[in-house]
């Protein structure tokens, strides 16, 4: 009677129980997969340790070595197999596994034996199956060969020894250092919680993945009940993991159990359980992870909205942002306190750092609340200075913020409720850094605990947990266990006796720093002075400026503005709001308001409202060292018609005022320091040479002791400031004309110069330098005029600036025009008159003038014109050029 031919079943093989145990996933025709555990027949594995379940065994030597061999050859791998017999009233089946193609399949049982990691049961083999006797030879090979457990003097050396309990997790897992450590995965209890050995020390660890949460398997009574989908996360986990070389990530403690990421060869499990819909990311563990939580976050995303398994009915809330108005640039223009801000764009709105808080006030009932506060329940409450660590929060903002560009990123919009209007709730970032993290990180926020299922948050909320977990390990802030800084700060607003204790030690103060926190109108501004710990009110000085709309007194209507009032407080808000100026105070009203002068940066805050014709000169300002530059910004305004001189007529002058019939001599000693193309020039007095050499000397020392930071100082048109000049390498004041691609033309005011110099040269002045008045006057020759012909033109000014560049000249004051003293100047000892020897030798043109008092010198200079002329002497080598032959050609 012949033998049947063996059936050969397929299947992937799930887990590898021990040396000689399979389990194999198989699937049946028209069935759900089905699970067979295969025993290799005739053969004896040693036993793998088990956990104490009574009592706790230890491996039999070779036993990790042959489940090892199995795990690497076969797991996840289809293997074909036959079954020879099984068990009656067990699952277990006993056959042989082979891989490979039908031609040439490997015999795992045989491959076994050959390394010697298992024995041949010889009971039940019969002497005349050849494949079984082969099973004794391959043994005896292994014998002969000393392979596997035949090996002699190496047991003990083969025998794992296993901590299966951890006594301090917390201490295991600042060990490792969250560094990846290499290990195997034992056993899947759901789609979030796998059991490990960890390589090369055999702890066995029960890890739980950071960040997120799967369906589970819930205890109702004696009966385990799933979740909707936690079979599902099971299996997808399991058919991934189970008994596959990983690295895990040790992160942080849950009881006994650990937080952790697991690194399969093809990414991280984590992401693809969010990503297929099988998870959901938690807050409570989120903030452990050490990387990639950006990524996470992502994940669950994309399988909201492609509505994935658990994501099946999901619905988001809030407002949905439409991307286009999502994402903007602003300019920062106020910071409200320690989480709004008002910023500037295409328009001006108020916008709130997304999922934070700032500092709040103590209530009653709390132990930790502000005593001072507490006591005095009658006082008016200013949060900003009351609130500990508010005016911290603002202050970190204002320095780091105000008048900045940022990048603004709206998270979600919070509708209005509770009598609290609709915020609009976003991501602000400056140059690479997430504001809200860093106030958060410096403990001078706090993050809210937004509700699991809620997406109203922000896109970097992971983010803000973590700065928040490490201000509590710090202790900083409002985490720290110390007193909280408190500010007494004396408001002296509308104070008239307070106001005058004060009076004496800001006026001998000087220039006081002070940051605006409220701007009235144009001219009135209340202010905190740090170094007085006060608030004031102040009132700029030398000036009628228009008033905006206010509260009419004791309440009701409202007072409308002045005109032009609305567009001076805009003004002065855009120029000063929040932002360190410098104040002197001169005297104060019957109102206990502060008078003086307001100088944000170089600028005054009194010329520049007079300047774009928003406020009059005041005649208080006659006996101010401001009068004068006041007087020419309002003539320029009133040129201009700007504002509130736009219907500004000259006035006519119908006063014959007679003339002068004599020139007046004054004659003053200059050094020329540059000449024009247009023959004008720039010279230094000679008597205030000596002043100009000392505080040259003092800036460079100034600029040398505290050298200022490359890049850190950005010009502004018409700011006067410090620049390197590129012949000497030295440092001079100079005034900025114009700025575009990182460089800026500038004057250097006490020579005439200029030059286009990179960001990089330039610096700040220092206040001190900058009371002396800029050097280098401007003049022009009197009498004469240059020739229309370019190349005359640069004859002429090739001919001055030889005569004069460089020298010293006695010049006399002969008229002013358009804001330029035009003089006649004698060189040194010759005293030769400059423009007679320019215009004797053919040079220069006379230019015939009006005033009885030029008369002489006008005629002394057309004579030395009709002698060039005659001598036909460069302008005149062709003939009177004067005429331009106008009888000839009409």
Known sequence: MTSQPPVFHCGIVKQILSGDAVVIRGQPRGGPPKERTICLSNITAPRL?????????????????????????????????????????????????????????????????????????RGGLKPSDESQQKLIQLEENAKSAGKGKWATGTANDHIRNIKWTCENPRNFVESH??????????????????????????????VMLSGIKAPMFKMEGVQQVAEEFAEEAKYFTESRLLQRDVKIILEGTSNQNFLGTVIHPR?????????????????????????????????????????????????????????????????????VNGDAMIVKSSDTRKIFLASIRPPRLQSENNENATPNIMKDSNRRVRPLYDIPYMFEAREFMR????????????????????????????????????????????????????????????????????????????????????????????DLSGDFSKSKQFLPFLQRAGRSEAIVEFVAS?????????????????????????????????????????????????????????????????????????????????????????????????????????????????????????????????????????????????????????????????????????????????????????????????????????????VDNQWYRAKVEKVSNNKATVLYIDYGNREEVPFSMLAALPPVFQSLPAQATLFGLACVKCPDDEDAKRDAYEALNHDIFGKQLVVNLEYKANGVDFVTGQLGESRDDVAFSLISDGILLVETRKEKRLSKLVASYMNAQEKAKSARQNLWRYGDITEDDAREFG
């Open 49 to 121: 340790a088990r956990r104490a379940n009574p009592k706790e065994t230890k491996d039999e030597p070779y036993a990790w070595e042959a489940r090892e061999y199995l795990r690497k050859r076969l797991i996840g791998l289809e293997v074909t197999f036959t079954v020879e017999y099984t068990v009656p009233g067990t699952n277990r089946e006993y056959g042989c596994i082979y891989i490979g193609s039908d031609n040439s399949r490997e015999n795992m049982t045989e491959s076994l034996i050959s390394e010697g990691l298992v024995e041949v049961r």
């Open 267 to 335: 990414g991280n499990i984590t992401e693809f359980l969010l990503s297929e819909g099988f998870a959901r990311c938690v807050d409570w563990s989120m903030g452990v992870v050490t990387s990639g939580t950006e990524k996470y976050r992502a994940a669950e995303r994309k399988a909201k909205e492609n509505r994935l398994r658990i994501w099946k009915d999901y619905k988001p809330s809030g407002v949905v942002i439409d991307d286009k108005s999502k994402n903007f640039t602003a300019k920062v223009v106020e910071i």
């Open 522 to 726: 144009g001219s009135r501004l209340r202010l905190f002075i740090p170094r007085e710990t006060c608030l004031i009110t102040f009132l700029i000085s030398g000036i009628d400026c228009p008033r905006a709309s206010r509260p009419a007194p004791g309440g009701g209507s409202t007072i409308p503005a002045e005109p032009y009032g609305e567009e001076a407080l805009q003004f002065t808000r855009e120029l000063c709001i929040q932002k360190g100026v410098e104040v002197e105070v001169e005297t104060i009203d019957k109102g206990g308001n502060f008078i003086g002068w307001l100088h944000i940066e170089t600028t005054n805050l009194s010329i520049a409202l007079v300047e774009e014709g928003l406020a009059k000169v005041h005649f208080t300002a006659e006996r101010s060292a401001c009068y004068k530059a006041l007087l020419e910004a309002e003539t320029k305004a009133k040129t201009a018609k700007l504002n509130i001189w736009s219907n500004y007529e000259e006035p006519k002058n119908d006063q014959v005022v007679e003339e002068p019939l004599e020139r007046k001599l004054n004659y003053c000693n200059v050094v020329v320091t540059e000449v024009m193309p247009d023959l004008k020039f720039y010279a230094q007095y000679v008597e205030s040479g000596p002043q100009l050499v000392e505080m040259m000397e003092q800036l460079r020392k100034e600029l040398e002791t505290n050298t200022p930071v490359v890049g850190a100082y950005t010009p502004k048109r018409g700011v006067i400031c410090a620049a390197k000049f590129s």
């Open 399 to 490: 320095k780091k913020l105000v008048g900045k560009k940022v990048n603004v990123q709206i998270d979600y919009i919070q509708p209005a409720s509770g009598g609290f209007p609709e915020k609009t709730c976003c991501t602000v970032t400056s140059g690479n850094i997430n504001v809200a993290e860093a106030l958060v990180s410096k403990g001078l926020a706090t993050v809210i605990r937004h509700r699991q299922d809620d997406d109203q948050r922000s896109a970097h909320y992971d983010e803000l947990l973590s700065a928040e977990s490490r201000a509590q390990k710090k202790g900083l802030g409002v985490h720290s266990k110390k007193e909280p800084p408190i500010h007494r700060v004396a």
């Open 177 to 206: 250092h969250y560094k990846p450590v290499e290990a195997v995965i034992e056993h899947v209890r759901d789609g979030c919680t796998v059991r490990a050995f960890l390589l090369p020390n055999f702890d066995y660890v029960t």
